[in-house]
């Protein structure tokens, strides 16, 4: 058993900052986790593995497609489905996080790198838009309500399709 570290007093006047809410649990999850726990909140989510690669859908419509270094990519990223012209502004604007994705890309949809220095709110939040893009009105309205996602969102099988 190792000796408990002694900590040092703070500067006379200064306090130490306490961690932000969450961070701590936050810090030691993956990229992966922490993008599959903002897509299985939302209202009816699931996940499914296609194109070997793991895919967030709300009634069977595809929200979110993992891009795990996808054809040799040199990153990790997610494709999202983004409102017309968002994609372009977002690419413009930051390409060091969006990039146009192969296939989807021609039709809007968004890669966002989930493997650099991004606010995960961010990511949330651009979660939260692609599912209102393709989910039902009545779970868009959930969400706009504020609902979560019932202890039910589960991942489901791992088909292929």
């Known amino acids: 058993m190792t000796a408990a570290r002694p900590r040092r007093a703070a500067a006379p006047g200064r306090s130490r900052p306490k961690p932000k809410r969450g961070a701590s649990r936050a ?3 993956s990229p992966l986790d922490r993008l599959r726990a903002i897509c299985l909140a939302l209202p009816e989510a699931t996940e499914k593995v296609a194109w070997g ?3 967030w859908r709300v009634k069977d ?3 979110a497609q993992l891009d795990d270094h996808h054809h040799g990519a040199e990153h990790l ?3 999202l489905p983004a409102p017309l012209g968002e994609q372009e502004a977002m690419v413009l604007t930051d ?7 192969p296939y989807v890309g021609p039709r809007g949809w968004v890669g966002v790198r989930i493997d650099r220095e991004l606010d995960w709110a961010v990511v949330a939040n651009l ?3 692609a599912y209102r893009l393709v989910a039902p009105p009545r779970l868009r309205d959930a ?5 979560t996602a019932s202890p039910s969102a589960r991942r489901s099988n791992t088909r292929r399709s």
């Open 95 to 101: 390409p060091a996080h969006f990039f146009r994705p």
């Open 61 to 63: 419509r595809l929200f």
């Open 27 to 29: 810090a030691g999850r």
């Open 127 to 129: 979660v939260a838009r």
């Open 77 to 79: 990223a997610v494709w």
């Open 53 to 55: 690669e793991s895919t």
């Open 143 to 147: 969400i706009d309500a504020g609902a």
